[in-house]
Each structure stands twice: as C-alpha cells, then as structure tokens.
C-alpha cells in the first residue's frame, strides 16, 4: 500500500501563494501518475492538477488553469503544487493521489480511477 503524506498547507492572504508537497513512499515513484484534487465543505472532490510519468504532461482544472503549477522530483519521491494568486475560493482541503500505470501518458481528472490517497492539507486563503 503506497502512503501519501502532504504538507505545505496553512492560512495565507488573497493574491499570496502556497507551495504543498506531497511525499510517497512508492519504491518506483516514477511508475506512478501523480495528481492533486481538493475538497472544500458540502462540494464534490475536485481535480485540481495531474501529471503523467511522463513529466512534460500535466493537466490542470479550469479553476486554476494559469494560477497553479504541478511538478514532480523523482529523485525525491516528491509531488508539488505550486499556487500562485490565491482566491478565497481554493480554501478547501487539498490530496495528494496516485495510481501505478505501465502507460507513460495516462492521467485522469475523475477522483474514482485514482487509488491511492493522503489524508489532505487543509488551505486557507483569506480574504
């Protein structure tokens, strides 16, 4: 069972930025397609970023196309999301996912094909 712990999370401004992390502990990191979703109270899990193996191929969320940037270190076993320009709208606790794939493309914004998960970062962004 891979664990996925996330940090980075906290209170910040409107118009600041948060950079969260997410560590796995995946013997073969690079055989994972990693992502980011986030779940604000009363509203479905949303996917806010994915990257494939393949590290050039990310997809983000039309919500924060443009603000948020996903990036992986293999060498660290190591998942970032970098946000820029925060809204009182990104407040909502924010996972870290993963799923084994032979497939060097594969990427997913539906939360059901994603299997692993970490327990969340909570962000606040504050008007």
């Known amino acids: 069972q891979v664990q996925l712990v996330e940090s980075g999370g906290g209170l910040v401004q409107a118009g600041g930025s948060l950079r969260l992390s997410c560590a796995s502990s995946a013997r073969l990191f690079d055989t994972y397609a990693m992502g980011w979703f986030r779940q604000a109270p009363g509203k479905e899990r949303e996917f806010v970023a994915g990257?494939?193996?393949?590290?050039?191929?990310?997809n983000y969320g039309d919500s924060v196309k443009g603000r948020c940037t996903i990036s992986r270190d293999n060498a660290k076993n190591t998942l970032y999301l970098q946000m820029n320009s925060l809204k009182p709208e990104d407040t909502a606790v924010y996972y870290c996912t993963s799923k084994f794939t032979v497939l060097l493309t594969w990427l997913s914004s539906v939360p059901q094909e994603w299997p692993n998960w970490g327990q969340g970062t909570q962000v606040t962004v504050s008007s």
């Open positions: 990257i494939s193996r393949n590290p050039t191929i990310t």
